[in-house]
């Protein structure tokens, strides 16, 4: 909810005074073109606009007048943007995780080993929740319900060792959710202690190996 916020809080200047008929590809352009102008990759602006998109379906599918009527009669296709900016995954090699691991703080080194042995996305991390931890037969797990995954859908997490091991150094951190924020808010990952710490391991890799880290 609080990226979507910001999401909305990002777009509302170039929308905000227009009529909810009135908001469609047209009338977004200016957005899209002035966050590609700042540099903004693609993906992000998408999210943008995919936030932009809940509100006109609910605003068609939920939301009704005092007759009854729906808010917003018809939902427009809003098209999403693609600028060849994606930037290609790299896994690790072994030696980049142990650099990694060891420039990062206490904090910062679980929620990677947390993301190395698990497969979670950052997002998903953030949001990792104690209530959603379940035991099973032989393994432990969290459960994402179909709501809060991309295709709708139930997905389990198994936990291995590793996990375990850092999931148990989070207990007790904070009631709800396993890798707390600051001031028992959400985590997010954007922070100037994580790109601190990529830098130094970065740094330390063209030290240590006597080439340049991958990106």
Known sequence: LPRDIQDLRQVMPFIGGLMLEQVHDGTLQRFVDRRRVDGVKSGTVNRALSVVG??????????????????????????????????????LTDLE????????????????????????RAGELCALRWDWLEPREHLSCFVFA???????????????????????????????????????????????????????AADAFERGEGKPASD
């Open 54 to 91: 809940i509100v006109l379906k609910r605003a068609n599918k939920r939301y009704r007048d005092v007759n009854g009527r729906p808010w917003l009669a018809h939902v427009p296709e809003i098209t999403k943007q693609n600028w060849g900016d994606k930037r290609k995954a790299h896994i």
């Open 97 to 120: 995780e142990y650099y990694l691991l060891a420039a990062l703080s206490d904090d910062f080194r679980r929620i990677v080993g947390f993301l190395l042995n698990t497969g979670l």
């Open 146 to 200: 179909g709501e809060k995954t991309k295709n709708q859908l139930d997905r389990l997490i198994a936990l291995n060792s590793n996990a375990l091991q850092i999931l148990s150094q989070q207990r007790g951190l904070h009631e709800h959710y396993v890798f707390p924020g600051r001031s028992g808010q959400r985590k997010e990952l954007k922070s100037t202690g994580w790109r601190r710490g990529r830098e130094r």
